[in-house]
């Protein structure tokens, strides 16, 4: 994967930032299995073949996992946590909150600019979007149109594409963004800054857009979205998990070159791919 021709710079370049807002143990049912996922997720990272990035989680509770001696930086909240399912069945939600507390952190870390992913503590990062990202620094931000649906429950892959549907419709952990020490929030709440129109994932693109800085797809296939592992899955949380295995089933990958691949890729699926056979 080679990255475009190099463009004027405005300055050397940025620095990379992941933000994960973590489900707090209260807002979870199963606990452990948050930290595994999460661990996976950190591990994902660890492969990365540049390492020039830090890692803001925003949580309740520091999580016991192995952070794979990677820059880290856990932002403990000072508000209560919501109840796993609420009054009215709905699942407990304090991202948006979460997302705010990785945006405060993350001025107070920049210099003058950084690109930004904003991470689901469940998703696998492919190992050279850093690199490629740096490398192409387009000043403006990427696009993930491209990568794979993993059922955790079958150990098989389905296609995320134009052609199938576009990872970023499905998956929250799909876009790269370029920012700005004045794109940054001045405080919690700051919802005029441009860091806080980024809600709905779905809108990633148009949000960009029309802020006059497009975001460019990547032109391989750079993330994928595990669905029906439990725990922080939103497909669980709201009642989709047969929706994604039949999307799954529809979109399957069955090139055995294509699977050896991302085997090869992302190792921290061995898991999975062991106990399906």
């Keep these: 994967m080679e990255p475009s021709p190099p463009?004027?710079?405005?300055?050397?370049?940025?620095?990379?930032?992941?933000?994960?807002?973590?489900?707090?143990?209260?807002?979870?049912?199963?606990?452990?299995?948050?930290?595994?996922?999460?661990?996976?997720?950190?591990?994902?990272?660890?492969?990365?073949?540049?390492?020039?990035?830090?890692?803001?989680?925003?949580?309740?509770e520091i999580p016991d996992v192995d952070t794979f001696d990677l820059d880290i930086e856990f932002i403990v909240a000072d508000f209560d946590p919501p109840p796993a399912v609420d009054d009215e069945g709905r699942?407990?939600?304090?991202?948006?909150?979460?997302?705010?507390?990785?945006?405060?952190?993350?001025?107070?870390?920049?210099?003058?600019?950084?690109?930004?992913?904003?991470?689901?503590?469940?998703?696998?990062?492919?190992?050279?979007?850093?690199n490629f990202t740096l490398a192409d620094d387009n000043r403006r931000g990427y696009l993930i149109e491209r990568g794979?649906?993993?059922?955790?429950?079958?150990?098989?892959?389905?296609?995320?594409?134009?052609?199938?549907?576009?990872?970023?419709?499905?998956?929250?952990?799909?876009?790269?963004?370029?920012?700005?020490?004045?794109?940054?929030?001045?405080?919690?709440?700051?919802?005029?800054?441009?860091?806080?129109?980024?809600?709905?994932h779905r809108e990633y693109a148009?949000?960009?857009?029309?802020?006059?800085?497009p975001l460019v797809p990547y032109p391989e296939p750079m993330a994928i979205y595990l669905v029906n592992h439990g725990e922080n899955d939103i497909s669980m949380y709201r009642g989709k998990k047969g929706v994604k295995s039949e999307y799954v089933r529809r979109s399957l990958v069955e090139d055995p070159d294509e699977i050896s691949k991302l085997v090869a890729d992302y190792p921290q699926l061995s898991e999975f791919l062991r106990v399906s056979g």
């Design 206 to 213: 148009d949000i960009a857009a029309a802020r006059g800085q």
């Design 7 to 60: 463009t004027s710079r405005l300055s050397a370049c940025p620095r990379f930032y992941f933000g994960i807002p973590l489900r707090s143990r209260q807002a979870s049912f199963d606990w452990p299995l948050v930290c595994r996922n999460l661990e996976r997720t950190l591990l994902s990272l660890k492969h990365q073949t540049c390492g020039d990035f830090g890692i803001l989680v925003a949580c309740h």
């Design 148 to 200: 794979y649906m993993f059922d955790c429950c079958t150990g098989q892959f389905g296609q995320m594409d134009q052609e199938h549907s576009p990872f970023w419709r499905h998956c929250g952990s799909c876009a790269v963004v370029y920012f700005t020490k004045a794109d940054m929030p001045d405080h919690l709440m700051d919802n005029r800054c441009y860091f806080n129109q980024f809600k709905r």
């Design 91 to 130: 699942p407990g939600n304090d991202k948006p909150k979460k997302k705010r507390m990785v945006g405060l952190a993350m001025k107070a870390r920049m210099a003058d600019d950084g690109y930004y992913l904003q991470l689901d503590a469940d998703d696998l990062i492919h190992p050279d979007l850093v």
